[in-house]
């Protein structure tokens, strides 16, 4: 895992697709336009990925359980 940015999907399907490259997914929400607003910085790569340097847990949304 060499990654230096959090790479972070536009909606479900395409953050489950993703993941399951790796085995099961857990897809998590991000509150993107509450970290926009407290001034953390966004970036879109040329194949439409959105990248941030890091993901504070307060932004962080976990599925509810089944």
Known sequence: M?????HLSA????AT????RR???V??????GAMHR???V???SANGVWLT?????????FPAPH
């Open 53 to 61: 340097e890091a993901v504070p847990p307060q932004y962080l949304r």
């Open 38 to 40: 407290d001034g953390h």
């Open 11 to 14: 909606d479900r399907e395409t």
């Open 42 to 44: 966004f970036h879109v």
């Open 27 to 32: 897809v998590l929400s991000v509150d993107a």
């Open 17 to 20: 697709r993703v993941g399951a």
């Open 2 to 6: 060499n990654r230096h940015a959090v």
């Open 23 to 25: 085995g099961r997914p």
